[in-house]
């Protein structure tokens, strides 16, 4: 029997990881969706939250006393933790690495966006595979839809907001243009949902 | 999609090649950010697959200088992070004040945006005329732009309001003449720098600084090239000299922590000990 030996990416060590891609509308929906998620997530969580790219960010002012996990904004190299939800900061792109790690880049804008959804989306997906949910959330342009069609490729799950739920519905419907098997769900369903994931157990209904 | 296992193994070759044909190391940076310039340079330059590219910049050194311009993505600002040329001014200058004579090094100076906001500040500080100021980077397109002192005028309403924020004295306007779509930079602004092909992964020290400011280049770099870069400057500080860092960066995580004190940590600015 002859067999053909391929490297695979080693993804066993990286945890499974919820990336959520939100813009205009976003803080609200964010709202319905991590307060949900219960203490001892068995997944890291990694938001980029389109938002203008002066002064710090206060997404982790207004998060982190609405939701039980550990919330910060991403520093470059640090590794990915199961229960950490990590926003992207301003002005720069945030990706990650096959090792699991994150990393950050000012390279430029995509569709005039930096943080751009697609970016973490495109490198979660080779970085990450199977172990890569990708949520697209209301917002007025189209990033995002390539990224979440990559996840899927690469054995991931996508969910996007119903975009009757959303407060912008460009976004949502761009992403399920480019991803017509995606779950659709309201804000508060994709939360509900997202606190259910089993630790290493299947997830995304397709 | 690019097959992810074949693009991994074409992408370690690519930087090879480029290493040992023109002594460009790429060989430590982080690899998901240049993942994407490779890709995207496919796409403008056309080529079907990394292999093919590597055969290119190999056998043709003006595809290697075209791949450079993707692998080396110049995007600056002028006052870039307004808050950190404020603490500069506020924090710094007076201590740049006591020495007769100083020397500043803008290390990954891209298209100039960096020093000529550094000149402005110092120019009105009337610091200007006792600093030299050094503006290094590996791209040479880049550094041809940075010394010509072009910069596009739709940039100037970002600029203008940048300046403001960081305490500019002056009316922005002052320092450019607009034409043609374009802002040429007060040529006197430039009289003491010097502009130069220098890499912080292949090139040593080259001269004794007061002020190091190197600002969103390091995040492309993993923790062995940072610590290179940091021992770089480590070693070209006077004692007390400071290191500027971009506002995600930090010294804290390498190996020279403790030779480096925060300043202004809010900004990133640090003090040699
Ligand atoms: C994003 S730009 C930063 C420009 C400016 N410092 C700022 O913060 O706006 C990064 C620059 O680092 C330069 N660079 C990359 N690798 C370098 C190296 N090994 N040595 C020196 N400069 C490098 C690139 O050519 C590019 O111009």
């Not at chain 2, 992810?4 to 930087?15: G, S, T, Y």
């Not at chain 2, 994407?36 to 056998?59: F, G, K, N, P, Y």
């Not at chain 2, 005329?129 to 596009?152: C, K, M, Q, V, W």
């Not at chain 2, 034409?179 to 009289?191: E, I, N, P, V």
Request: hydrophobic share 45%.
């Amino acid at each position: 029997m002859a067999t053909i030996r391929s490297a695979q990416p080693q993804t066993h060590a990286l945890p499974l990881t919820v990336l959520i891609g939100a813009s205009a509308g976003g803080v609200e929906a964010l709202n319905r969706i991590l307060p949900q998620l219960p203490a001892d997530y068995p997944a890291a969580v990694v938001v980029v939250l389109h938002q203008p790219s002066e002064g710090p960010s206060l997404l982790v002012e207004v998060f982190s006393p609405r939701v039980r996990l550990l919330t910060k904004e991403a520093d470059e190299k640090e590794p990915l933790v199961a229960g950490v939800i990590y926003f992207a900061p301003p002005g720069y792109h945030l990706l990650i690495e096959t090792d699991g790690t994150l990393a950050l880049s000012v390279d430029d804008p995509v569709l005039f966006c930096r943080p751009a959804i697609d970016v973490l989306f495109d490198s979660a997906a080779q970085a990450l595979g199977s172990k890569a949910i990708g949520v697209v959330l209301t917002g007025a342009n189209e990033d995002g839809a390539a990224g979440l069609a990559r996840v899927q490729q690469a054995g991931g799950s996508a969910v996007v907001q119903d975009p009757a739920d959303a407060l912008v519905a460009t976004m949502p419907e761009a992403a399920l243009a480019a991803v017509p098997t995606a779950q659709i769900l309201t804000a508060t369903a994709i939360g509900q949902w997202l606190a259910t994931l089993q630790p290493g157990g299947r997830h995304g209904a397709q | 999609m690019y097959p992810a296992a074949e693009l991994d193994i074409e992408l370690k070759l690519l930087v090879d090649a480029i290493y040992l044909k023109y002594n460009y190391d790429f060989r430590n940076y982080s690899p998901a950010s240049m993942k994407r310039r490779v890709l995207h340079a496919l796409t403008q330059l056309e080529v079907a697959t990394v292999s093919q590219l590597q055969d290119q910049i190999l056998h043709k050194p003006d595809r290697f200088l075209d791949l450079l311009q993707y692998l080396t993505i110049p995007v600056s600002e002028m006052f870039r992070d307004p808050s950190y040329f404020r603490a500069i001014r506020e924090q710094v200058v007076p201590i740049l004040r006591t020495w007769p004579s100083f020397k500043i090094w803008i290390a990954g100076c891209s298209t100039g945006e960096e020093v000529y906001s550094m000149a402005i500040l110092l120019k009105e500080e009337n610091l200007l005329e006792r600093a030299i100021i050094y503006a290094t980077d590996i791209n040479p397109h880049s550094l041809e732009r940075a010394e010509a002192g072009i910069f596009a005028l739709d940039s100037m309403k970002l600029f203008t309001s940048n300046y403001q924020k960081a305490g500019g004295k002056s009316s922005f306007s002052d320092y450019y003449t607009a034409g043609y779509g374009s802002a040429l930079f007060d040529k006197s602004l430039k009289r003491n720098i010097t502009f130069a092909d220098h890499s912080l992964a292949t090139d040593s020290v080259f001269s004794e600084m007061h002020f190091i400011s190197c600002r969103n280049v390091l995040i492309y770099f993993n923790r062995p090239l940072q610590n290179r870069a940091f021992g770089l400057f480590h070693n070209s500080l006077v004692h007390r000299g400071f290191m500027g860092l971009g506002s995600k960066e930090t010294v804290q995580f390498s190996d020279y922590a403790q030779n480096f004190e925060p300043f202004e940590a809010r900004e990133r600015i640090y003090r040699k000990v």
